[in-house]
């Protein structure tokens, strides 16, 4: 696979394209993003499904320029695919012909179950949560896809769209015509379709969790991963529905987002009762993060393996982690924390936590080794975006942001109280690694023997002199024979 790739997605409502950079074999990261509100689908439903002038003409400007991007970003490889709004149109090969002939790309159309696939590859490998039924509201059509345990069940793709709903419902203040309309293709949904999780995916769930973030004053501006339960913005979503353009600037959603966001509001309210569904876990990928993965992953049965993870791996290629350093440390964390266990007890799913804080610890050094505690933090909060919850996110920065505190203050976790653990559970986290690290003090990886006598570890090794004097600096019952 080309070490850089981009991909393009021409929606019924939006065309964008994602720059990434393959930092490994598996490793990789997004060099940029970019998207354009082509609106191919404008004017097509009350023209018999047919691409417009105006928007072939708008779409053909943007790939161009979408092109001059991908060339100047040294892209070896450029993937297009086009969805609902052109695969419907009848006169989709003229577009098609005009797309290679304006710009040279070749736009692969792809079929709703195709479309659904590439939503699910990407949720079933980027989300933490491992079951739970994809949703890709676009313009023309929304996508579901069942997934459990990781493994993609069944899919399908329903002719609901914001666009569609838009021209043929709501221009014509037909609210409860749109939603008869909207029920009636969720029938056509599989029985085994219920879940009580929904995997959100597209523009429109995406602003939606941008305002209720806003408005619930969400203590870190990350989308991705962000979970909200149904019944608690139940009201919320109702007053999206029912709301005007004045309403809507209200209620601070994005100006691009007026014309269709009460469309997909309805499209997911009536999915939600549907599904019987609980909670709603945003997705930051879709279809684009679905094309490039399955290329990458077209060998190993589109998924990466169960002990992998991507965001971890392109963390430790880009700021260049010392691998034999870094299972040292993490072995001797996790030693000490059995070892530790009768003092703090602690539950063992936050070896998980520990391991990450410690494995990627020097990652900021190359930012400023003098405040690498700080950089390292902003960096795994912020990077670990594949695979991890906000919960997780939160947790492992904070290890590695307190650990040379001797007490951390109330104050300093206040702001993330509806994320992060209880404060003594961060404090004998932070003590494991402090002592991690001081015991590895010269970096030599000293051969360690580790007991515990009375409450106090008791340590045994060679060169151990910096790793005695340091260890004054912190409040820990570590004795040196």
Request: some cysteine.
């Amino acid at each position: 696979m080309a070490k850089i790739t981009a991909v393009i997605d021409i929606g019924s409502n939006s065309a964008r394209m994602a720059v990434f950079k393959k930092t490994s074999h598996f490793g990789f990261v997004l060099l940029k993003e970019v998207k354009s509100r082509v609106r191919i689908s404008e004017g097509a439903y009350e023209n018999s499904g047919n691409l417009q002038p105006n928007a072939i003409n708008r779409a053909i400007n943007t790939l161009k320029e979408f092109k001059l991007i991908a060339q100047s970003l040294k892209a070896r490889k450029i993937l297009a695919v086009a969805t609902s709004a052109v695969r419907d149109a009848p006169n989709k090969n003229q577009f098609l012909n005009l797309v290679k002939k304006e710009t040279g790309l070749q736009i692969k159309v792809i079929d709703g179950k195709k479309e659904a696939f590439f939503g699910a590859v990407a949720a079933s490998n980027l989300l933490p949560q491992k079951s739970g039924i994809t949703i890709d509201i676009g313009g023309g059509s929304t996508e579901f896809a069942l997934i459990e345990n990781k493994k993609i069940i069944d899919k399908i793709s329903l002719k609901l769209g914001t666009v569609r709903l838009k021209e043929l419902f709501f221009d014509k203040n037909n609210i409860e015509g749109a939603k008869k309309y909207i029920q009636t293709e969720l029938s056509k949904l599989p029985n085994n379709f219920r879940d009580n999780t929904i995997f959100g995916i597209g523009g429109t769930i995406r602003a939606l969790s941008k305002v209720i973030m806003k408005k619930n004053e969400y203590p870190i501006d990350i989308l991705h991963g962000f979970t909200y339960k149904t019944d608690k913005e139940e009201k919320f979503i109702n007053e999206v529905i029912k709301s005007d353009y004045k309403d809507l600037k209200n209620l601070e959603f994005k100006e691009e987002r007026f014309d269709v966001i009460r469309e997909g509001t309805l499209i997911l309210k009536e999915s939600i009762k549907y599904i019987k569904a609980t909670k709603i876990v945003t997705s930051g990928v879709g279809v684009r993060e679905g094309v490039f993965l399955a290329d990458m992953l077209r060998n190993s049965n589109y998924m990466f393996s169960s002990n992998f993870n991507p965001s971890v791996k392109s963390i430790e290629d880009t700021y260049q982690i010392d691998k034999k350093i870094s299972i040292y440390e993490t072995n001797l964390a996790l030693k000490l924390f059995d070892i530790l266990k009768p003092i703090h007890n602690l539950d063992e799913k936050y070896k998980t936590y520990l391991k990450y804080a410690i494995k990627l610890s020097s990652a900021g050094n190359y930012i400023d080794f003098y405040s690498n505690h700080k950089h390292t933090n902003y960096i795994l909060l912020n990077a670990l975006h594949y695979g991890f919850t906000h919960e997780d996110r939160v947790l492992i920065s904070k290890i590695i942001r307190y650990y040379r505190k001797k007490r951390i203050k109330k104050e300093y976790i206040q702001r993330y109280k509806e994320l992060a653990p209880n404060k003594d559970i961060l404090e004998n986290l932070c003590k494991i690694f402090f002592i991690t690290k001081t015991l590895n003090s010269n970096l030599s990886n000293p051969k360690l023997e580790l007991n515990l006598q009375n409450k106090k570890l008791i340590v045994k090794g060679e060169n151990l002199y910096l790793a005695k004097e340091n260890m004054n600096k912190k409040e820990c019952k570590v004795v040196f024979e």
